[in-house]
Every structure is written in C-alpha cells, then in structure tokens.
C-alpha cells in the first residue's frame, strides 16, 4: 500500500506522541552551619512503669551538623503542564519500635504511600498522631506486631506514642514520588524527573520550609544548593514559616 504524504505526517504525529520527554536528575546540597535542634533528653527507665526494662538506643551520629543535615527532606512541587504527578501507587515504607525509640525518626514518602510500625521491643507500644494532615491511634500492641496506616493527603505528620513520651517521629508526606531525604553530608538526588519548571521544597522540623524555583532542562538536569538558617523565634510546627529563595 502507497502511503499518502498526509497519511505519513499523522503516522509521525502518533510517533512523536508517544516519545516520551527525557527523566533527567535534580541533586543538590544542604548547608547548615549551626545546630538547630536541641537533643532530646529522656527519662531514666525505672521510671517507665510498663512491661519489663529496656534499653534506649542513643544516638548515633555524634556530628552535630551531619545530624541536622540528615533530618532534611527534600521534594518537588509542579507549577507547569510538565510537573510531576502523583503515579497512584501504593509505595510501602517502615517505622520501626526498637529500644524505646522510632526509626528513622525523620521519614519522606508519597502521598498514597503505607507506612508500617512494627514493635521490636518486648513492651507494649502506642503509635498515634493527631496532626492535621492525618490522625490516628493504632492502640496498644506488643513484641512481634505490626500495624500499618495510609497517608493520601500531603502534609506533615508527628508521630507519638501513648505510653512512651519520649519516643518521637515525623513523617513528610510530599504530593509525589520525586522526594529525598538529605544524607550526614547534605546531599540529595532526585531521580527521573520530567524537564520542565518546578519548585523544589526543603523542610528541617525547627528551620521549616525553604523554597527555591528551578528548570529542569533536557540534557543537563538541576542542581541547587540550600542555605537552612537558625531560626531564633518559635513557632507553631505545624504551621512553620516559609522563606522563599
């Protein structure tokens, strides 16, 4: 069969539809300077009533900076017809309960994503949150259990338990599937993200938000640097103000 001129541009017009754009990759680095969070310090374990003694795992990370840096996360918010969207599935993520403490304490997932909380120790655990963005109370659950939850809707969610208040988390829940969180040296990458314009989110618990707008262009990527300053004044956590760069 002859093929038409005009039959020959729709088959590339089809063609060219279906290529998709080329993923490229976002990295970047946090700066921190000066330490921003006050270390938790937590009551001595007689005076924990339930279920036998347990040890508390102390921290392990005795960079103070390298500590903060690794408590960012960082994700991406679309502003053009090119803009990430959330993909729809359901990713898994973990919290473990292990020796009186969440880990990570610092958490990214996407919107959609399920996050369990498994409980490593040989007491009763109590997970709950009544953050804004998701609230719930998974009960009392011991040694060996796991109890899982969903978060649909971006937002910030801490994490607590009942019985234990020493022992807390935050979970990020970014609108998408193009998120990080820092390493101990401040870097992070976002992978297979669209070319287009964006803006990129950082989010330290004290420091808050920060901002900056990118293009991520065909062939060549992004990469931005954050500078997180300290933040003298409080605020409420949920409610962090934001600086955009």
Avoid at 12 to 29: C, F, H
Avoid at 200 to 217: E, L, N, P, S, Y
Wanted: hydrophobic share 40%.
């Amino acid at each position: 069969m002859k093929m038409t001129p005009l039959g020959l541009v729709g088959l590339l017009s089809v063609v060219l539809v279906l290529i998709p754009l080329q993923a490229e990759m976002v990295a970047g680095r946090i700066v921190i300077t000066k330490t921003l969070t006050r270390r938790r310090v937590t009551a001595l374990v007689p005076l924990y009533d339930r279920g036998p003694v347990v040890g508390l795992e102390m921290d392990t990370e005795y960079d103070p900076l390298a500590f903060e840096r690794s408590r960012v996360v960082v994700y991406l918010e679309g502003t053009t017809a090119g803009s990430p969207q959330p993909n729809g599935l359901q990713l898994l993520a973990k919290i473990d309960q292990e020796k009186r403490r969440f880990s990570p304490e610092t958490l990214i997932v996407a919107a959609g994503s399920k996050v369990s909380f498994p409980n490593f120790d040989p007491i009763f655990h109590n997970v709950f949150s009544l953050s804004r963005a998701k609230t719930f109370d998974l009960g009392n659950y011991r040694m060996g259990e796991t109890r899982m939850v969903t978060f649909p809707v971006p937002g910030i969610v801490f994490v607590n338990c009942h019985l234990h208040p020493n022992m807390s988390a935050t979970i990020v829940v970014a609108p998408n599937q193009w998120n990080a969180r820092a390493d101990r040296d401040g870097a992070f990458e976002l992978h297979d993200v669209p070319p287009g314009r964006y803006t990129i989110v950082a989010w330290h618990k004290v420091a808050g938000f920060f901002r900056q707008r990118i293009d991520v262009t065909a062939g060549q990527g992004a990469r931005v640097e954050f500078l997180i300053p300290v933040r003298q004044e409080k605020s409420d956590p949920e409610t962090p103000r934001t600086a955009v760069k």
